[in-house]
């Protein structure tokens, strides 16, 4: 069991402040690490053997940790996340010559089942888009943040870090902070220009612009920077009124656009360079979306593509290929 002083144990805090400041992580995740991290040293404290942690950790302390999450009924899911969260805090430990070894690497992750992001179909999308009443401050805000998440495929993190000089109008272009600070520059459609047009006048016609935060774009009712968990409680909040499931997240509008481009014939390499993957692989995801989509609309499509058609007698006669 993870306590607060765990998670303010010296070397995880240390950790913490780095995938959050120079990694530039988003909160949840540094939440969540901070929780992982913090339970395997509750382990290691109901094993006795607390004193071992960080520098003197083994593999075999980690494989109990794991045994006892398996015996708790931890998912695969989450116990992959812990070990994760434990390769890159020993990672980080060792690269400032803490400790000589990783002992995380050499624990094998439970193989994980593949899973096909959710995304929204286009109208869908238009449903949602339309969802918040633009003549208020508010309104006008969450539209503009809705059409740029889908307009742009921001993570919820970039969106809320993005600073008033990080957006041209006139050029139509965001300029990003992705994970580890990688930057890039996205386009955004001339709907997300025409909604983020509106909230910044309606910002900058607010009878409390003077106390407002000069550098963040997106702010709450008291003027300061927007978080994460507020766009997501403001997700949620609009999918119930577009009568969608209440499970959208902004990851979900992430999945739709790049959904969205690749079922309209933009180029992989194109889709990985503005949702900022560093490797393609991470982006292959989305072609399986695209060609069960494909099959599906050939079946239905084509003349001759009836799976319930009886195979022609002749085609039971045919002599099996051989291979060499």
């Known amino acids: 069991m993870s306590t607060l002083s765990q998670i ?3 070397s995880i805090k240390e950790f913490l402040d780095y995938i959050s400041i120079e990694r530039n992580m988003s909160e949840h995740t540094v939440r969540n690490y901070g929780v992982d991290l913090a339970q395997f040293l509750g382990h290691l404290i109901e094993q006795g053997e607390s004193d071992k942690f960080p520098t ?6 980690i494989r109990s940790f794991m045994a006892s999450l398996d015996t708790h009924g931890a998912s695969h899911q989450t116990v992959a996340r812990k070990i994760a969260a434990l390769r890159s805090f020993f990672k980080f430990l060792q690269r400032r010559g803490r400790v000589e070894n990783n002992p995380a690497r050499v624990v094998r992750t439970p193989r994980l089942e593949k899973k096909i992001p959710t995304f929204l179909t286009i109208p869908m999308m238009e449903k949602l888009l339309t969802a918040p009443n633009s003549d208020t401050f508010a309104g006008s805000r969450d539209k503009a943040i809705l059409e740029l998440i889908y307009s742009a495929g921001l993570r ?4 809320v870090g993005l600073d008033s000089d990080d957006i041209d109008l006139e050029r139509r272009i965001l300029h990003l902070r992705g994970k580890g600070m990688k930057e890039r520059n996205n386009p955004i459609g001339r709907y997300a220009v025409l909604a983020l047009g509106e909230y910044l006048q309606h910002k900058n016609n607010h009878p409390d612009r003077r106390v407002f935060d000069p550098t963040a774009v997106f702010l ?9 968990r507020s766009v997501r409680r403001m997700l ?3 999918a119930a009124l577009a009568g969608l499931p209440t499970n959208v997240s902004p990851h979900t509008l992430r999945h739709s656009f790049a959904t969205h481009l690749l079922q309209r014939g933009a180029d992989l390499r194109v889709v990985q360079e503005l949702l900022g993957h560093e490797n393609i692989s991470t982006t292959q995801i989305y072609t399986h979306i695209t060609a069960s989509e494909i099959r599906e609309i050939y079946d239905e499509s084509h003349p001759r593509a009836n799976e319930g058609i009886t195979p022609h ?11 060499a």
């Open 156 to 159: 919820s993190f970039e969106l």
């Open 313 to 323: 007698p002749s085609l039971t006669l045919l002599p099996a290929i051989k291979t």
């Open 8 to 10: 303010e144990n010296p």
């Open 220 to 228: 709450n009712f008291r003027g300061q920077r927007l978080t994460t």
């Open 56 to 61: 003197a950790v083994s593999h075999l302390m």
């Open 236 to 238: 949620t909040h609009y």
